[in-house]
């Protein structure tokens, strides 16, 4: 079934770490997307791709990095984590119009 | 500049009754507006959406919305609230790059 999917679902992982959120769609959609949401605070654009070896940084200014080597897989490395790390992470993908999104990755850095 | 107001952080609503979750945009040209569902610890969930044409949208789960142009705005409706309804709902408006999202509104369902 296409869907958009993320690994892992929560990470509990201490400073200075280096972590990767997985991201992979099977829809074949050339635009995909990073968002970072606070517990009860909207989401916001961290980066964006709109196709193989293109990413762009979004709204919020973050610490993490993108690579964009497959179509389908759009994953998101924090070199050395931090407390103010702490979020939630969703990735989404697109087509023309709406934006379908994965279930999210709850990440908590002690 | 866009933006997307949500001017109710949390609204309780007895099972059975109706619903009306208010969104409020700002942007210079007709906006192609959304409206999610997050369920706790989940990612979003796409109820409806709004390009162009007739301004009452039907989405999924018995979800309705009403864009009004005069009034800037993009209420979600719905007229019988069941307990599984309870969840964040974000509504959101398109931008040259991305989704511009509400602080969302909880949905709090009582028996």
């Known amino acids: 079934e296409a869907d958009i999917y993320q690994t892992p679902r929560y990470l509990v992982i201490g400073t200075g770490k280096k972590i990767t959120l997985e991201c992979s769609q099977t829809?074949?959609?050339?635009?995909m997307y990073w968002y970072q949401q606070d517990p009860g605070m909207e989401l916001h654009l961290i980066h964006y791709s709109y196709g193989v070896n293109s990413t762009e940084k979004g709204d919020l200014s973050s610490e993490s990095t993108v690579s964009r080597i497959r179509t389908e897989h759009f994953p998101l490395t924090l070199e050395s984590a931090r407390p103010s790390h702490t979020s939630q992470y969703l990735c989404?993908?697109?087509?023309?119009?709406?934006?379908?999104f994965g279930p999210g990755t709850r990440l908590t850095v002690t | 500049a866009q933006s997307v107001t949500q001017p109710d952080i949390h609204i309780t609503v007895s099972e059975g009754a109706s619903l009306e979750l208010r969104c409020n945009y700002s942007y210079g040209a007709t906006p192609y507006l959304f409206w999610y569902v997050q369920s706790p610890g989940q990612g979003l969930q796409l109820l409806l959406k709004?390009?162009?044409?007739?301004?009452l949208v039907q989405g999924i789960k018995g979800f309705e919305a009403e864009f009004k142009r005069s009034q800037s705005s993009f209420n979600l409706r719905k007229p019988s609230v069941h307990w599984s309804d309870a969840a964040e709902y974000f509504c959101?408006?398109?931008?040259?790059?991305?989704?511009?999202f509400g602080t969302g509104t909880r949905l709090t369902v009582i028996p």
């Open positions: 959101a408006l398109t931008g040259a790059n991305n989704l511009f």
């Open positions: 709004y390009f162009s044409g007739d301004t």
């Open positions: 989404a993908s697109s087509d023309l119009d709406s934006q379908r």
């Open positions: 829809m074949g959609h050339d635009k």
